[in-house]
């Protein structure tokens, strides 16, 4: 009953102060300092003090901002577009033809910016009006871009990776190299079903992928793939220097800033008003992730002195259900909260409650740190608040509705992927295993 009367109040602050609109982490912090107050008489200045400084006295997370500023850096460049003139002549033999340069540009610059947001956006900026000009059934290439920007997320360098490592206290080394292939399985499924979709438009006769059609020569496929070497270039220095052992991941950010920088001045995109504007941006970023950081932090030192995390732990053992069930009753659980949350909120409000029932359960905390950015990854698809629902908006103006609609048969394919992932967890752990058994 404790319990209950616990949750009741921590539930409702954090529902009033959320919908009244208070910053994430303002709320998160006096919800926690409220809850103290009333159950306890530990100090609330003290522990909110001892949590700030535990979590961001990181050399960890120094590597977020580095990462946030590469991604920055690199939007200001031409890597989008040449990434495009690329991939174009490999794909458009391939029913789908030039929508499949959605799902492989946003896997390949995943790999140099960590960011679902950034991921969607450049990518966006680039292949959008040209699929308009083409005339490409707008559903498919809506959906297909939204869906693939998550990949951001799951295919490494990953800013969730690095937030969910240091507070489960996971390697992020290791978590960058078990979200590899998941993240191209998941690329995979998303092209296999555009493929489908394009037979069946025309088996029907009618044409789902333009109008116009150029047919690409084999030299013109051979003289593009100089225009992916950039990036190339940039996933050598970042995930190369990590799983050869000649970096930490931290020091593989930086690495991938001073790339970053290379190729915006060898492109002529680097002025003294760009770099100030990443600046800026990098700084904007960081804040809020930190601040959100350490709101939950504390939240979550609440938690443990109140012992919600073990007192649920009890009694989802007691309901008796199977590991696969918890799983799937912490996968609903997240798209719920992904409805309303973004991804930095869920992971960090989330874990001191749901990571220690998937331990109990027997789940290692590596898989299941790639099930929790999964579940992020479907959160950003999903309205009201799916944030590359919104991205998407931005660059189209077409309304949520229609986008999130548009963006469902992939939300679909991802948590197929989850299902897959789960049958067969090797598929996450066997690249981890074989790199670190070096």
């Known amino acids: 009953m404790e319990l209950f009367w616990i949750l009741a109040v921590i539930g409702g602050l954090l529902f009033l102060l959320l919908g009244g609109g208070v910053w994430i982490a303002i709320a998160l912090a006096l919800t926690g300092t409220v809850s103290l107050l009333i159950f306890t008489d530990v100090p609330a200045g003290i522990l909110l003090a001892t949590a700030a400084w535990t979590t961001n006295n990181s050399w960890v997370l120094s590597a977020l901002p580095l990462f946030i500023l590469m991604g920055e850096l ?6 989008s577009e040449q990434l495009f003139t690329a991939l174009a002549p490999w794909v458009n033999r391939l029913p789908g033809r030039l929508l ?41 290439t809506l959906g297909s871009l939204a869906a ?41 499924l998303f092209m296999s079903y555009i493929i489908i979709i394009r037979e069946l438009f025309r088996a029907g006769k009618t044409s789902s ?41 931290t020091e593989a950010a930086a690495l991938g800033v001073v790339g970053a920088m290379l190729i915006a001045i060898v492109s002529r995109t680097l002025s003294w008003r760009t770099f100030t504007r990443s600046l800026m941006g990098t700084v904007r970023t960081t804040c809020m992730v930190c601040f959100i950081v350490t709101g939950a ?8 002195f109140l012992g919600i995390p073990t007192q649920l732990a009890e009694i989802v053992a007691g309901w008796g259900l199977s590991p696969y069930m918890l799983l799937v009753v912490l996968g609903l659980f997240y798209v719920v909260l992904g409805a309303f949350f973004d991804g930095f909120s869920m992971i960090i409000m989330t874990i001191p409650i749901t990571l220690p029932m998937a331990i109990a359960a027997g789940f290692d905390p590596l898989w299941f740190g790639i099930f929790l950015v999964l579940m992020v990854g479907l959160a950003q698809i999903t309205p009201p608040v799916g944030f590359n629902l919104f991205v998407v908006q931005g660059l189209t103006r077409h309304e949520i509705g229609y ?9 679909l394919l991802k948590v197929l992927a989850g299902v897959i992932f789960t049958a067969f967890p090797q598929i996450v752990m066997w690249l981890p295993g074989i790199m670190i058994g070096r």
């Open 403 to 411: 986008i999130a609609k548009a963006a469902f048969p992939f939300f």
């Open 297 to 304: 932090a504390f939240l979550s030192v609440v938690a443990g």
């Open 74 to 79: 690199l939007q200001q460049t031409r890597v």
């Open 209 to 249: 992928s333009g109008t116009i059609e150029y047919r690409y020569s084999w030299k013109e496929r051979i003289t593009s793939l100089p225009q992916i070497l950039p990036v190339i270039f940039l996933i050598f220095m970042i995930l190369g220097s990590i799983y050869m052992g000649w970096a930490t991941p």
């Open 148 to 188: 693939s920007g998550t990949l951001g997320f799951l295919i490494p360098p990953s800013m969730m990776m690095i937030v969910y490592g240091v507070l489960a206290e996971v390697s992020i080394g290791k978590l960058f190299l078990a979200g590899v292939l998941p993240g191209l399985l998941i690329a995979g």
């Open 100 to 140: 499949h340069v959605n799902v492989l540009a946003c896997t390949i610059f995943a790999a140099v910016s960590g960011s679902s947001a950034v991921t969607t956006a450049t990518v966006g900026k680039v292949t959008l009006p040209e699929f308009a000009r083409l005339n490409y059934d707008r559903s498919l």
